[in-house]
């Protein structure tokens, strides 16, 4: 056995330079009884650490940086019960995981409103160019009820819609919309049958969550500015809709590409506006 005076020991200032950690950490993780000094000098209180303390405090570092809290770690570092330190990596391993995920939604949610500010898409332009296009199967997180027309009304649906898609662990994937299924000759703007609902990363039903959306003929158009202009670009997509021998079949779509959440200009909003249609015989 190795005498005293044969174990190496590192001041408290020299194990900090080692090992880059700050020295009030280690001071802190002696006051919480994580990572006590080997010893402590009776006469100047100086902390000194072994050698073998590296290897802890470098266990210490990997464990907090993956995510444990201090108090976890200490229960690790105890050693005494392998099946409780299975379980707690492995918990921490999923929970790692679900946040690799959630990011991930996350960073291809900021990529989408990235792409919709920077579109070079020769579709959008000021001019209202109208297309008919099949408009493919999807799902959708989706909210709907009869309530009020306006601004304030449209933020607690959209406010309802997200706690839906938080709720059910889901995942956007598109941007807002909004279903008019009233007809358009005779809006109630005090009661109007209105959904919201957004494209998700799923591809099942949940009872009034989610639900299919698409498998249509649509009449596509682009509004650019306020909404308080928008009737005039329905009013055009009708009217050619009449000149091409198609029928506007009911439940417009409106799809905020751009809006209050990636700008405040009302200037700078597009909407994409979808029109069911079927063909006239």
Not at 106 to 122: A, E, F, G, I, V
Request: charged residues 25%.
């Amino acid at each position: 056995m190795k005498k005293e005076g044969q174990v190496k020991y590192y001041k408290i200032g020299e194990i900090s330079k080692i090992c880059n950690i700050p020295v009030r950490t280690l001071h802190h993780y002696d006051d919480i009884d994580l990572l006590k000094p080997a010893k402590v000098d009776s006469i100047n209180n100086y902390r000194y650490y072994s050698r073998d303390q590296l290897l802890e405090i470098n266990t210490i570092k990997y464990f907090k940086a993956a995510g444990f809290s201090l108090n976890q770690i200490k229960k690790l570092l105890e050693r005494n019960d392998l099946e409780y330190s299975q379980q707690m990596i492995k918990s921490k391993s999923e929970e790692i995981e679900t946040n690799i995920l959630k990011l991930t939604a996350l960073r291809n949610k900021l990529n989408l409103y990235l792409q919709k500010m920077t579109s070079n898409d020769q579709s959008l332009t000021t001019s209202i160019d109208i297309c008919v296009k099949d408009i493919p199967v999807s799902y959708v997180a989706y909210s709907r009820y009869i309530g009020p027309c306006n601004y304030d009304e449209f933020y607690l649906r959209f406010t309802k819609l997200t706690n839906i898609v938080e709720n059910n662990d889901l995942q956007m994937i598109g941007t807002m919309m909004a279903i008019y299924y009233d007809d358009y000759r005779k809006f109630d703007y005090s009661q109007a049958d209105i959904e919201v609902c957004v494209k998700v990363d799923e591809n099942r039903k949940y009872d009034n969550a989610v639900r299919k959306f698409g498998g249509f003929l649509g009449a596509v158009a682009y509004h650019y500015g306020s909404y308080k202009t928008m009737n005039q670009t329905y009013k055009k997509m009708l009217d050619w809709l009449e000149k091409n021998n198609l029928v506007f079949v009911g439940g417009a779509v409106e799809n905020y590409i751009i809006d209050v959440i990636t700008t405040s200009y009302e200037d700078e909003y597009i909407t994409e506006i979808i029109l069911p249609v079927k063909k006239i015989n």
